[in-house]
Protein backbone atom coordinates (compact mmCIF):
# COMPACT_ATOMS: atom_id res chain seq x y z
CA UNK A 1 0.00 0.00 0.00
CA UNK A 2 1.35 3.47 -0.95
CA UNK A 3 2.66 5.07 2.27
CA UNK A 4 3.25 8.70 2.82
CA UNK A 5 6.75 9.89 4.37
CA UNK A 6 7.29 12.65 6.89
CA UNK A 7 9.80 14.86 7.57
CA UNK A 8 11.02 17.73 9.36
CA UNK A 9 10.55 16.65 13.38
CA UNK A 10 12.91 17.57 15.75
CA UNK A 11 13.46 19.37 19.25
CA UNK A 12 12.95 23.39 19.25
CA UNK A 13 12.40 25.72 22.05
CA UNK A 14 8.94 26.99 22.78
CA UNK A 15 8.39 30.20 20.69
CA UNK A 16 10.44 28.65 18.00
CA UNK A 17 9.31 27.48 14.25
CA UNK A 18 9.51 24.05 12.65
CA UNK A 19 8.23 22.96 9.33
CA UNK A 20 7.24 19.54 8.31
CA UNK A 21 6.93 17.76 5.17
CA UNK A 22 5.11 15.00 3.25
CA UNK A 23 5.37 13.24 0.01
CA UNK A 24 4.45 9.87 -1.16
CA UNK A 25 6.87 6.97 -0.87
CA UNK A 26 6.14 5.63 -4.09
CA UNK A 27 7.35 7.45 -6.89
CA UNK A 28 5.64 8.34 -9.86
CA UNK A 29 2.09 7.89 -7.20
CA UNK A 30 0.59 11.45 -6.39
CA UNK A 31 -1.93 12.64 -4.30
CA UNK A 32 -2.97 16.23 -6.01
CA UNK A 33 -6.44 14.91 -6.41
CA UNK A 34 -6.69 14.10 -2.64
CA UNK A 35 -7.61 16.17 -0.12
CA UNK A 36 -4.58 16.18 2.78
CA UNK A 37 -4.13 16.93 6.43
CA UNK A 38 -2.23 16.71 9.51
CA UNK A 39 -2.53 15.11 12.75
CA UNK A 40 -1.16 14.70 15.53
CA UNK A 41 -0.99 12.42 18.86
CA UNK A 42 0.53 13.80 22.28
CA UNK A 43 1.82 10.79 25.03
CA UNK A 44 -1.23 9.24 26.33
CA UNK A 45 -3.75 11.10 24.13
CA UNK A 46 -5.93 10.62 20.93
CA UNK A 47 -5.23 11.47 17.23
CA UNK A 48 -6.20 14.90 16.91
CA UNK A 49 -6.35 16.91 13.89
CA UNK A 50 -4.63 19.84 13.29
CA UNK A 51 -4.94 21.42 9.99
CA UNK A 52 -6.35 20.02 6.63
CA UNK A 53 -6.58 21.29 2.51
CA UNK A 54 -8.81 19.95 -0.01
CA UNK A 55 -6.88 19.05 -3.68
CA UNK A 56 -7.82 22.43 -4.92
CA UNK A 57 -6.84 24.59 -2.27
CA UNK A 58 -9.85 26.29 -2.07
CA UNK A 59 -10.73 25.14 1.37
CA UNK A 60 -8.51 25.00 4.55
CA UNK A 61 -8.99 24.21 7.80
CA UNK A 62 -7.74 24.03 11.37
CA UNK A 63 -8.14 23.16 14.88
CA UNK A 64 -8.35 26.13 16.91
CA UNK A 65 -5.23 25.61 19.08
CA UNK A 66 -3.06 26.28 15.87
CA UNK A 67 -5.06 28.83 14.47
CA UNK A 68 -3.01 31.80 13.19
CA UNK A 69 0.90 29.96 14.67
CA UNK A 70 0.39 27.17 11.80
CA UNK A 71 -0.14 27.32 7.97
CA UNK A 72 -1.00 24.16 5.69
CA UNK A 73 0.07 24.57 2.14
CA UNK A 74 0.69 21.94 -0.84
CA UNK A 75 2.80 22.17 -4.07
CA UNK A 76 0.74 19.44 -6.11
CA UNK A 77 3.50 19.89 -8.85
CA UNK A 78 6.27 19.30 -6.61
CA UNK A 79 4.24 16.28 -4.92
CA UNK A 80 4.16 18.27 -1.35
CA UNK A 81 2.15 18.96 1.22
CA UNK A 82 4.18 21.19 3.91
CA UNK A 83 3.15 22.76 7.77
CA UNK A 84 4.75 25.76 8.97
CA UNK A 85 4.35 25.83 12.47
CA UNK A 86 5.39 28.70 14.36
CA UNK A 87 5.22 30.13 17.98
CA UNK A 88 5.36 26.43 19.22
CA UNK A 89 4.72 25.79 22.54
CA UNK A 90 5.36 22.67 24.58
CA UNK A 91 2.02 21.65 24.29
CA UNK A 92 2.40 21.17 20.74
CA UNK A 93 4.46 17.89 21.88
CA UNK A 94 3.72 15.17 19.67
CA UNK A 95 3.75 12.96 16.73
CA UNK A 96 2.69 14.17 13.65
CA UNK A 97 1.27 12.31 11.05
CA UNK A 98 0.72 13.31 7.31
CA UNK A 99 -2.73 12.02 5.86
CA UNK A 100 -4.38 11.81 2.18
CA UNK A 101 -8.26 11.40 1.82
CA UNK A 102 -10.52 10.35 -1.18
CA UNK A 103 -13.35 12.11 0.46
CA UNK A 104 -15.19 13.38 3.23
CA UNK A 105 -14.84 15.97 5.96
CA UNK A 106 -10.97 17.28 5.79
CA UNK A 107 -11.18 17.17 9.95
CA UNK A 108 -12.13 13.36 10.23
CA UNK A 109 -9.56 11.05 10.91
CA UNK A 110 -12.16 8.22 9.41
CA UNK A 111 -12.14 9.99 5.72
CA UNK A 112 -8.26 9.36 5.61
CA UNK A 113 -7.07 6.20 4.16
CA UNK A 114 -3.51 7.00 3.44
CA UNK A 115 -1.25 7.75 6.79
CA UNK A 116 2.39 8.51 7.03
CA UNK A 117 4.54 7.04 9.86
CA UNK A 118 4.83 10.19 11.50
CA UNK A 119 7.70 12.61 12.89
CA UNK A 120 7.74 13.59 16.05
CA UNK A 121 8.04 17.41 17.66
CA UNK A 122 9.10 18.06 20.97
CA UNK A 123 8.70 21.43 21.90
CA UNK A 124 10.79 22.09 25.16
CA UNK A 125 9.62 25.20 27.61
Known amino acids: QVQLVESGGGLVQAGGSLRLSCAPS??????????MAWFRQAPGKEREFVAG????????NYADSVKGRFTISRNNANNIVSLQMNSLKPEDTAIYYC????????????????WGQGTQVTVSS
Open 99 to 114: AASAAGRIDFESSYDY
Open 26 to 35: ASGRTFSRNS
Open 53 to 60: QTWSGSYT
